[in-house]
């Protein structure tokens, strides 16, 4: 089954075609905002929705191109219904549902979380079910017991600034340009931990759920009346890094112990971090278990985790009627079980 897959939830817009019956990937294109939202220090909404519009069928026409099909080649259309931006949201899902009803195919609403979750079965080799997964991104950070799709167990969740976002406030007070959070790992690469001492939020009691807003306060607080040169931005980044990933690091710990699950994947944006797949690393020899990643290009938002996950619930018999689904709030373990 040839799976078209869009994904439009926030400022990148993307389009992927994902072969069920052999297995892999056949094309994927992603076109970034970056440079349009950089101006404004974040993602404007509405400017977002409306490139949305202008690139999105030209990506798709060439990434059908780069997978050397023809539309009518196409079985089934995925498409990102949410979380994410409502009016992004909207535009991924009004094209995709038009082209599948235009093509006399099925079209299935993805969560992009879900997406997100399977982006290492894109990967060889693949992990296998069950699995702890650690989704580490902008605007989620969460431990789920992932022992199927749309078998997920939330262990523990962000309470207020995921990772992600926490990195990406953290360089905007460090004065580090949009996107902020690849900006400071760079930064945090010339400092040394240590000279600033941050806290490592909810360590100090039991579970597994995540709060990071107490840590961006405390750099409000360590930097204030500081001359910010470039050596103590540098240290006060990489000071900042390690104490998330310490963080991430300890509650994986405790959630393998918890689980007892031989099998550790790591997706989303932060998931792309190099000191903290350092340290993923150690913790998996450490507590020999396996870990998986997806490449550093599907850690990010794109549409070929987008087209595998649909592409795997409409294989299971999944459809859905002519309605366009966009939701810009879905709570993941609402999600059903396929097959």
């Known amino acids: 089954m040839k799976v078209l ?5 926030c400022d990148e817009t993307a389009a992927a075609v994902f072969d069920g019956q052999l297995g892999r990937l056949l094309a994927h294109r992603v076109y970034s905002q970056v440079d349009m939202h950089a101006a404004f220090g974040g993602v404007v909404p509405e400017l977002a929705s409306r490139d949305h519009v202008r690139k999105l069928l030209p990506l798709i026409q060439e990434t059908l191109a780069a997978a050397a099909i023809e539309a009518h080649q196409v079985e089934g259309v995925a498409y990102t219904a ?3 931006l409502v009016g992004a949201l909207l535009v991924g899902a009004a094209v995709g549902r038009s082209l599948a009803l235009g093509w006399g195919c099925p079209a299935l609403g993805v969560h992009h979380l879900e997406g997100h979750l399977l982006a290492p079965m894109l990967e060889s080799p693949a992990p296998q079910f069950p699995f702890l997964a650690l ?4 605007g989620h950070t969460l431990l789920a017991e992932v022992r199927g799709l ?3 167990h939330i262990l523990g969740a962000s309470l207020d600034d995921a990772a992600g976002e926490a990195f990406d406030k953290t360089a905007k007070l460090l004065g580090l340009p949009y996107p902020g959070g690849p900006a400071l790992a760079r930064l945090a690469g010339k400092g040394q931990p240590g000279r600033f001492k941050f806290p490592r939020p909810m360590l100090d009691r039991p579970g597994l759920d995540f709060s990071f807003s107490g840590l961006k ?3 409000v607080v360590a930097i204030r009346g500081l001359t910010l040169d470039e050596a103590t931005r540098a240290d006060v980044a990489a000071e900042f890094q390690q104490a998330v990933v310490d963080t991430l690091i300890a509650k994986c710990r405790r959630a393998l112990a918890q689980t007892g699950l031989p099998t550790l994947v790591v997706a989303g944006g932060v998931g ?3 000191h903290l797949r350092q340290e993923l690393q150690r913790l998996a020899t450490q507590c020999r278990v ?3 990643y997806p490449r550093p290009e599907f850690c990010t938002d794109n549409a070929a985790m987008i087209a595998y996950a649909g592409c795997q619930r409409l294989m299971a018999g999944e459809h859905e009627d002519l309605r366009v689904r966009a939701q810009a709030r879905w709570p993941l373990d609402t999600l059903r079980a396929a097959g």
């Open 82 to 84: 949410g979380p994410g």
């Open 290 to 292: 396996a870990v998986f």
């Open 272 to 274: 792309a971090n190099l």
């Open 135 to 138: 989704l580490v991104s902008g």
């Open 150 to 152: 749309g078998q997920y």
């Open 217 to 219: 306060t405390a750099v």
């Open 5 to 9: 897959g869009i994904e439009t939830s």
